[in-house]
């Protein structure tokens, strides 16, 4: 089991996407269990201002540290001691604090799985025009990005997050082997899958398929694995142990270019 608890500034966006599907039977089945905290409840004051101006200027709002603060020691039950909260992550029996950003380390695989080891993570999602960097500094443990491109928050990455840690918590999914042949996972891209009709709309399927010969059949779905890779992610291939009979497979489709 897993419990997420989700600092958010806009807990209405994940309403959505935590009620359907996996995650939703993740929940229902006491596999994990995700907590929403709106960071406005902690800021203090009548009107409960969680962004200011930044200091020197330059337009954008910033989201303040009080109000986050108060959250995760509300949330934690503890006090943030003043060199930061990661003196108290250091002695162990503390969850990770992971703050969403676009400056963060890139979300892979390799990191889902290392954040479905732990029973507990703090996931905080800033905006993109800022956090004050006390937050950064003082509080969070890790700072995730998932990928390349600028959204306007962190609720979405968050989302992603927790479907890619999730999916991974044992029991979840119902095929454990379906998990670790999924894309990544092996570090290489999907075979092609077919279903039913063997033909549609005059397009057929690869003979293999229905030839009944299992061990073929391996051979071929490793091999188009390894293709689509080296055509689509050969950044992926690189980093990637493979068996002499993959290195001789593909050295064969060098040739053949
Ligand atoms: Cl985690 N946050 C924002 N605002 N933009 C992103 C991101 C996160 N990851 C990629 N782009």
Request: net charge negative; proline share 6%.
């Amino acid at each position: 089991m897993i419990r997420f608890d989700i600092l958010t500034l806009f807990p209405e966006m994940f309403d959505g996407p935590f009620e359907a599907s996996i995650i939703k039977r993740a929940q229902e089945g006491g596999f994990v269990e995700i907590a929403l905290h709106n960071i406005r409840d902690y800021a203090p004051g009548k009107h409960r201002v969680t962004d200011d101006t930044p200091y020197g200027g330059g337009g954008g709002m910033i989201m303040k540290p009080e109000p986050i603060f108060n959250a995760v020691e509300a949330i934690l039950g503890l006090t943030v001691p003043d060199e930061g909260y990661a003196t108290l992550y250091a002695q162990g029996g503390y969850p990770p604090i992971i703050l969403l950003t676009p400056q963060g380390r890139l979300l892979k695989q390799p990191v889902a799985r290392s954040l479905a080891t732990v029973d507990r993570l703090l996931l905080i999602c800033g905006r993109y025009e800022g956090i004050d960097e006390r937050v950064r500094h003082y509080l969070a443990t890790d700072e995730l990005s998932i990928g390349d491109y600028v959204l306007s928050g962190g609720e979405l990455a968050a989302m992603i997050v927790v479907d890619a840690v999730t999916r991974l918590v044992p029991g979840v999914l119902g095929d454990a082997a379906a998990t670790a042949k999924d894309s990544h996972s092996a570090g290489l891209l999907e075979h092609p899958h077919y279903t039913r009709p063997a033909e549609y709309r005059g397009h057929g399927i690869p003979d293999i398929l229905l030839s009944g010969h299992h061990a073929r059949l391996e051979v071929w779905r490793r091999q188009q694995s390894l293709l689509r890779t080296l055509k689509r992610r050969p950044d992926l291939l690189a980093s990637l142990e493979l068996s002499q009979s993959d290195r001789d497979f593909l050295a064969q489709q060098e040739e053949g270019d």
